[in-house]
C-alpha cells in the first residue's frame, strides 16, 4: 500500500505550535529599537571633547563652595560626557575582569530570556523539570541578589562607579566654567539623563505585556 507524504504545512500543523526563539519576539525587537534610538539621540547631545580637556581652562577653586559651583555647572554643560566617562570606567573594569563581566551578561540574558521576553505560553523547562512564571521569577531575583550583593562582582562595580564619580568631581572642581554658555531654556534633564529616563521607560514600555500576563 503506497504512503502518502505530508507537506511541510501539514507537518507544522501536525506538530503543534512552534516556540520563538527570543531574538524573533516581536517585544524583544521593540525593546532593541527603542532603547538604541535613545542611545544616539543621548549621544547627539555631548560636548566637543576638547572642550573638556582645554588645560587653560583647568585652576584651583578657592573654596568647597567654589568647587561645588564649579561641579553643578560643569555637569548642566558636560552631563553626557561626564556619563560616557563614567560607562568607560565601568567597561573598562569589568573589562578587565572577563569572569565578572561573562557573569553579569549571563544573568542579563537570563532576565532577558527565560523571564521578560519568553514567550507566556511556553513553560520553563530545565532537566526535566517544569518551572511555573513566579518560580522563575523567584530564583532569578535570589540569583541577581547572590551575585550583585553577595559576590565580589557587588564590590567590582561599587568601586568603578566611585571611581568614575571620583574622575568627575576632580575635573569639575578644576574646570573654569565661565567659558560655557548654557542655555537657560534647555530642560534640566535634557541630554543624557533625559537617555536614562527614555531608556528605562522604553524597556518598561517594552517588557510591559510579557511582565503582565505572567501577573
Not at 544573568?107 to 513566579?134: E, H, K, M, N
Not at 578644576?174 to 533625559?194: C, H, I, T, W
Amino acid at each position: 500500500m503506497a504512503t502518502i507524504p505530508m507537506t511541510n504545512s501539514q507537518s507544522t500543523a501536525g506538530s503543534g505550535p512552534q516556540s520563538q526563539p527570543p531574538i524573533t519576539n516581536p517585544a524583544f525587537r521593540t525593546f532593541l529599537s527603542r532603547l538604541t534610538s535613545s542611545i544616539r539621540q543621548g549621544f547627539s547631545q555631548r560636548r566637543p571633547w576638547y572642550e573638556l580637556i582645554d588645560r587653560t581652562a583647568m585652576s584651583r577653586p578657592d573654596n568647597l563652595t567654589d568647587a561645588y559651583s564649579r561641579i553643578r555647572r560643569n555637569f548642566s554643560y558636560f552631563k553626557v560626557n561626564y556619563i560616557t566617562l563614567l560607562a568607560l570606567v565601568l567597561a573598562f573594569s569589568l573589562l578587565s575582569h572577563p569572569f565578572s563581566l561573562l557573569v553579569l551578561l549571563g544573568l542579563l540574558a537570563a532576565w532577558l530570556f527565560l523571564y521578560l521576553f519568553r514567550p507566556s505560553d511556553q513553560p520553563l523547562v530545565i532537566f526535566g523539570r517544569t518551572f511555573s512564571d513566579r518560580e522563575t521569577l523567584g530564583i532569578l531575583v535570589v540569583l541577581t541578589v547572590f551575585i550583585v550583593f553577595l559576590t565580589s562582582i557587588g564590590s567590582l562595580l561599587i568601586s568603578a562607579i566611585l571611581i568614575g564619580v571620583a574622575i568627575v568631581c576632580i575635573h569639575g572642581a578644576f574646570r573654569v566654567p565661565e567659558d560655557l554658555f548654557l542655555d537657560d531654556q534647555d530642560p534640566a534633564n535634557s541630554g543624557f539623563l533625559s537617555f536614562l529616563g527614555n531608556a528605562a521607560s522604553s524597556a518598561a514600555i517594552a517588557a510591559a505585556p510579557a511582565v503582565a500576563s505572567r501577573v
